[in-house]
């Protein structure tokens, strides 16, 4: 993958490709930025040229590269077990699905990587087998005699044991090893890697680069284009699944709405609670990763619905395909006086989910908090 074929991110482009003329390429890199932003795509680019920028057959090296195939080019990932890996799950034993999933999905989100490998029901983790795997390789010499590159994408995976074992090979790295650590929440990266890491932060990608991608490689009209980056949110990944209308939003509005109109009837019902209990024990069923999912889906949902109800249509992006379901009748329940801690409550069970909580729990516990907000009322405030 070459810089060229990164969306935007000129600026970033620019900086990375100085540093190697520069020659003051820094030993240990932190790629922050949300999913679609291109901070993986951006780092296998920047790798190849690094490896290939001095290399004595550039065309050979930038053909192994273009194949994740360069000896020298060395990647880690977050995996689980699988059909075909019953135990001790490293990713050299997914390379060849970890090519196809780039060549396909260079933008692809984790919840993506762990669908290609059928395992989207749990979730991916950077253990210490896999630290191990990593002093291993980077001990040896240099294939091709230039530099090594690891690539840790979703760094912020790493456990605690795979972490410090990887800290003094971070801080003192072998000569011409370079570090490339991809994460897209730096806030869950112990502060003792952080800190032997210089971060790099991604914006989002603009509306315009995303639909100026979507015309030329996806051969959209420019009203399609620019009205499905606008609905990506800088999210070059979901702008595609918007186009292929294979993301999870529509079985996501269901269970929101689903959610939604049960809570409202259950204040002052007791009855509803079963309905809150059945409703909580469905999403549990669908993994760890689904259900993270779904909650950041809530949190669009309800700001989105914020924005309508004080006045900012243009800026509502969201479509519900529920027939008898309609935003416009459901915003003016969102506003001053509860959104703050709807997501705050929202924002807690995801974080709950993530640490490996009672999924069921944690689903009704915020259900039953969400039948009392939804019926709070903004003061008015007398002239």
């Not at 620019?14 to 901070?39: C, D, M, W, Y």
């Not at 619905?305 to 395909?321: I, Q, R, S």
């Amino acid at each position: 993958m070459t810089f060229d074929q990164i969306i935007g991110q000129e600026h970033i482009k620019k900086h990375l490709q100085q540093t190697v003329k520069n020659n003051r390429i820094p030993h240990a890199q932190l790629f922050v930025g949300k999913e679609g932003s291109g901070t993986l795509a951006t780092a296998i680019a920047y790798a190849q040229y690094l490896l290939c920028n001095s290399s004595a057959n550039a065309e050979a090296c930038n053909l192994k590269c273009s194949k994740l195939q360069h000896p020298d080019l060395h990647f880690a990932f977050p995996v689980t077990t699988n059909d075909s890996v019953k135990k001790h799950p490293v990713s050299n034993l997914f390379l060849n699905d970890w090519r196809d999933f780039i060549e396909k999905q260079p933008y692809g989100s984790l919840f993506n990587w762990l669908q290609h490998i059928g395992v989207e029901n749990k979730q991916g983790q950077i253990g210490v087998d896999e630290a191990e795997d990593i002093v291993k390789k980077l001990q040896l010499k240099s294939y091709e005699g230039g530099f090594k590159v690891m690539i840790i994408w979703m760094a912020e995976k790493m456990n605690v044991a795979a972490s410090n074992k990887l800290l003094k090979l971070i801080e003192e790295p072998p000569s011409q090893t370079i570090f490339l650590l991809v994460t897209e929440d730096e806030g869950q990266i112990i502060n003792t890697i952080k800190s032997r890491c210089q971060a790099l932060h991604f914006p989002s990608l603009s509306s315009a680069d995303i639909a100026n991608t979507l015309i030329q490689q996806e051969n959209v009209s420019e009203n399609e284009a620019t009205k499905t980056a606008y609905q990506a949110e800088g999210n070059y990944n979901k702008a595609l699944q918007l186009l292929n209308n294979n993301s999870n939003d529509l079985i996501f509005e269901e269970w929101f709405i689903t959610w939604i109109r049960a809570a409202f009837k259950a204040k002052g019902n007791a009855a509803v609670i079963q309905d809150l209990i059945g409703w909580s024990e469905t999403i549990a069923k669908s993994g760890r990763e689904t259900q993270k999912q779904f909650l950041q889906y809530c949190l669009q949902f309800f700001r989105q619905a914020l924005l309508l109800n004080y006045g900012t249509p243009d800026l509502v992006f969201l479509e519900t395909k529920t027939n008898n379901f309609k935003l416009e009748k459901f915003a003016p329940f969102i506003n001053s006086a509860n959104i703050l801690t709807i997501e705050k409550e929202v924002s807690d069970a995801l974080y709950h989910i993530e640490r490996n909580g009672n999924a069921k729990i944690i689903l009704l516990d915020l259900s039953i908090k969400l039948t009392r907000l939804l019926h709070t009322k903004e003061e008015k405030i007398n002239a």
